[in-house]
């Protein structure tokens, strides 16, 4: 099974481990290939552009290390941005092994399973949740049951796609096997520190809960996950840190949910385990979490259970935008538990987004005087992204019927500079491009004017990241690039390629 390489900063491949041990439990033959970890000091530019630069080893070396004689070879496609460089892995692989069974699965794919059929040598997509879906096609290729009969694939048949009955849910997360690290190599991730939230201790992702009951129309969540939200027992993530902290010493643990906290009661809960248990371990929530249950009670016992990290997704100021997106979340009932949670010594991450289809001007300033407020109120940093609409969405369906936009190689190649401020696409017609390049510089540096002129003592701490390259927040790696730039320019005419990502 392969995480192909990637152009964007690596973490863990939680999917792809939860799948090994799928596989692993059905009694199958494992050898797992992390193309990132496996070579993680190699940066090499790509075909797409000079601009791309991708971090792992190249197709062909991948393709080299996988076993002569293997049956079946798993793909794990999360990022739909990430297309054009698994459709070139996927091409080697094929050209390698003609008789291998070449399966994807992931996020990406599952936002477009015909698509990537049709556009690659692949032979089957899983959609949506893997683990039990890789298990039947593992023995129904085993067992040579006709493929018809696995629900929750997409594949080809003698030159036709076939697809098959979407799969329920797995019931009982608790009896999942744990993703089964043993076969990847951990120590590049710790030696590494391949995490989302910098750490000195060793760090491996983990995830509570599968799924989220809402509906926004730019996520590909409910296609993917489906609305069926479910939750393991805290005990039983519990027992999975304590199994990877007597296994390889793991301390912090990242949790990747989409949305983590909306039980008050069971978040209590796995507080009050974590804080029993004699080994402090550390645990932050950096994809984005609702925050409805985040009462000050909720924070308080979070902090003293050793969370770090809350990121708050209210993505838009604007309350009228958020309608438009049926993002069903009030932004200003962030602004306390952000306060507190900032106030309790945790790193406060505010997502957001511009671009959004029906998003004007006044909404960008709404944006934009929400986000001096969450700076005021404690956030440190903001991810300010793009709106992209990624296969799967309800956003891309729409662009897709109204003819906006259809998948292709340009489309892919557009949403490459996803994190670009100077390249990437916009899909809104009230504003044009390059004013919203202006803004986006413009909601930034208010954000980072109001969380330094409110918490000075940061400025020192900033200053100390850069001057030991350290980055914390996007400006601080910002500046440290630029200044990086600027030494590298003057040592030598030729720039360095020594960046963990691509964007410009
Ligand atoms: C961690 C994470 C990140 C991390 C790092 C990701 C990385 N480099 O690997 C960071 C913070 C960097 C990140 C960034 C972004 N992210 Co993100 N991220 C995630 C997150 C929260 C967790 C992924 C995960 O581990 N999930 C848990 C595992 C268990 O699920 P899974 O990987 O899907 O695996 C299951 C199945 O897919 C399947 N499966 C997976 N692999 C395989 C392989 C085989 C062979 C088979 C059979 C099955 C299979 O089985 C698994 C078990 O059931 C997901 C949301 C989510 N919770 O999934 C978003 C998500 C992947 N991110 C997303 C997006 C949009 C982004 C951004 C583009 C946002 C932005 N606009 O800035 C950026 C990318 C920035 C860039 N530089 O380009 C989208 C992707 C949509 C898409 N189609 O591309 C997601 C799905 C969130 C969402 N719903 O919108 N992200
Ligand atoms: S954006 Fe967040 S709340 Fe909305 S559907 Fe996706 S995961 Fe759920």
Same mark, same amino acid.
């Given at each position: 099974? @392969?995480?192909?390489?990637?152009?964007?900063?690596?973490?863990?491949?939680?999917?792809?481990?939860?799948?090994?041990?799928?596989?692993?439990?059905?009694?199958?033959?494992?050898?797992?290939?992390?193309?990132?970890?496996?070579?993680?000091?190699?940066?090499?530019?790509?075909?797409?552009?000079?601009?791309?630069?991708?971090?792992?080893?190249?197709?062909? #070396? #991948?393709?080299?290390?996988?076993?002569?004689?293997?049956?079946?070879?798993?793909?794990?496609?999360?990022?739909?941005?990430?297309?054009?460089?698994?459709?070139?892995?996927?091409?080697?692989?094929? =050209?390698?092994?003609?008789?291998?069974?070449?399966?994807?699965?992931?996020?990406?794919?599952?936002?477009?399973?015909?698509?990537?059929?049709?556009?690659?040598?692949?032979?089957?997509?899983?959609?949506?949740?893997?683990?039990?879906?890789?298990?039947?096609?593992?023995?129904?290729?085993?067992?040579?049951?006709?493929?018809?009969? !696995?629900?929750?694939?997409?594949?080809?048949?003698?030159?036709? @796609?076939?697809?098959?009955?979407?799969?329920?849910?797995?019931?009982?997360?608790?009896?999942?096997?744990?993703?089964?690290?043993?076969?990847?190599?951990?120590?590049?991730?710790?030696?590494?520190?391949?995490?989302?939230?910098?750490?000195?201790?060793?760090? +491996?992702?983990?995830?509570?809960?599968?799924?989220?009951?809402?509906?926004?129309?730019?996520?590909?969540?409910?296609?993917?996950?489906?609305?069926?939200?479910?939750?393991? =027992?805290?005990?039983?993530?519990?027992?999975?840190?304590?199994?990877?902290?007597?296994?390889?010493?793991?301390?912090?643990?990242?949790?990747?949910?989409?949305?983590?906290?909306?039980?008050?009661?069971?978040?209590?809960?796995?507080?009050?385990?974590?804080?029993?248990?004699?080994?402090?371990?550390?645990?932050?929530?950096?994809?984005?979490?609702?925050?409805?249950?985040?009462?000050?009670? !909720? @924070?308080?016992?979070?902090?003293?259970?050793?969370?770090?990290?809350?990121?708050?997704?209210?993505?838009?100021?604007?309350?009228?935008?958020?309608?438009?997106?049926?993002?069903?979340?009030?932004?200003?009932?962030?602004?306390?538990?952000?306060?507190?949670?900032?106030?309790?010594?945790?790193?406060?991450?505010?997502?957001?987004? @511009?671009?959004?289809?029906?998003?004007?001007?006044?909404?960008?300033?709404?944006?934009?005087?929400?986000?001096?407020?969450?700076?005021?109120?404690?956030?440190?940093?903001?991810?300010?992204? !793009?709106?992209?609409?990624?296969?799967?969405?309800?956003?891309?369906?729409?662009?897709?019927?109204?003819?906006?936009?259809?998948?292709?190689?340009?489309?892919?190649?557009?949403?490459?500079?996803?994190?670009?401020?100077?390249?990437?696409?916009?899909?809104?017609?009230?504003?044009?491009?390059?004013?919203?390049?202006?803004?986006?510089?413009? +909601?930034?540096? #208010?954000?980072?004017?109001?969380?330094?002129?409110?918490?000075?003592?940061?400025?020192?701490?900033?200053?100390?990241?850069?001057?030991?390259?350290?980055?914390?927040?996007?400006?601080?790696?910002?500046?440290?690039?630029?200044?990086?730039?600027?030494?590298?320019?003057?040592?030598?005419? #030729?720039?360095? +390629?020594?960046?963990?990502?691509?964007?410009?």
């Amino acid at each position: 099974m @392969i995480r192909g390489t990637l152009t964007m900063k690596p973490v863990a491949p939680l999917g792809l481990a939860y799948i090994a041990a799928a596989a692993e439990s059905a009694g199958h033959n494992v050898r797992v290939i992390d193309a990132i970890a496996n070579n993680i000091c190699e940066f090499h530019p790509t075909e797409l552009g000079n601009d791309i630069i991708i971090q792992g080893m190249r197709p062909e #070396v #991948v393709a080299e290390l996988v076993p002569c004689g293997s049956k079946v070879i798993g793909l794990s496609c999360m990022f739909s941005n990430n297309w054009l460089l698994d459709r070139r892995l996927i091409k080697v692989l094929r =050209s390698r092994f003609p008789e291998a069974v070449l399966i994807a699965g992931g996020e990406s794919i599952s936002g477009m399973p015909e698509y990537a059929l049709k556009d690659s040598e692949l032979d089957i997509c899983v959609v949506g949740e893997g683990e039990e879906t890789f298990k039947e096609v593992l023995s129904a290729i085993e067992n040579q049951i006709p493929l018809v009969t !696995v629900k929750g694939i997409v594949f080809k048949k003698d030159g036709k @796609i076939v697809l098959n009955p979407r799969r329920e849910r797995i019931r009982q997360l608790n009896d999942i096997p744990y993703p089964a690290w043993h076969f990847f190599p951990v120590n590049a991730y710790f030696d590494n520190q391949i995490t989302l939230t910098p750490t000195e201790r060793k760090s +491996l992702p983990t995830l509570a809960t599968r799924g989220c009951p809402y509906t926004c129309t730019f996520c590909s969540s409910p296609n993917m996950w489906t609305t069926k939200y479910s939750l393991r =027992s805290p005990d039983n993530i519990l027992q999975e840190m304590i199994y990877m902290y007597e296994k390889y010493g793991v301390t912090n643990f990242e949790l990747f949910d989409l949305t983590a906290i909306i039980n008050r009661q069971w978040i209590l809960e796995f507080c009050r385990l974590l804080q029993n248990y004699p080994v402090h371990f550390t645990w932050q929530m950096p994809a984005g979490t609702r925050s409805e249950a985040l009462s000050e009670e !909720v @924070i308080r016992e979070m902090a003293k259970a050793g969370c770090t990290n809350i990121t708050f997704a209210p993505e838009s100021g604007s309350k009228k935008v958020l309608q438009l997106i049926q993002k069903k979340a009030d932004p200003d009932k962030m602004l306390p538990a952000m306060k507190l949670a900032s106030q309790l010594g945790m790193y406060v991450y505010v997502n957001s987004i @511009i671009g959004l289809p029906g998003e004007t001007h006044r909404d960008i300033w709404k944006s934009m005087l929400y986000l001096a407020k969450t700076a005021f109120a404690g956030a440190q940093d903001t991810g300010m992204a !793009v709106f992209m609409p990624y296969p799967g969405s309800e956003l891309f369906k729409q662009f897709e019927q109204y003819g906006q936009l259809s998948l292709s190689d340009s489309f892919f190649y557009d949403i490459l500079y996803t994190d670009s401020i100077t390249k990437s696409q916009f899909y809104n017609n009230n504003i044009p491009s390059f004013i919203y390049r202006i803004y986006n510089i413009l +909601l930034l540096t #208010v954000f980072y004017i109001v969380s330094y002129s409110s918490h000075p003592s940061r400025i020192y701490k900033s200053l100390r990241n850069v001057i030991k390259r350290r980055y914390v927040t996007r400006g601080e790696r910002a500046i440290g690039y630029l200044m990086e730039q600027y030494f590298s320019l003057k040592k030598s005419p #030729v720039h360095s +390629l020594h960046q963990p990502v691509s964007h410009v």
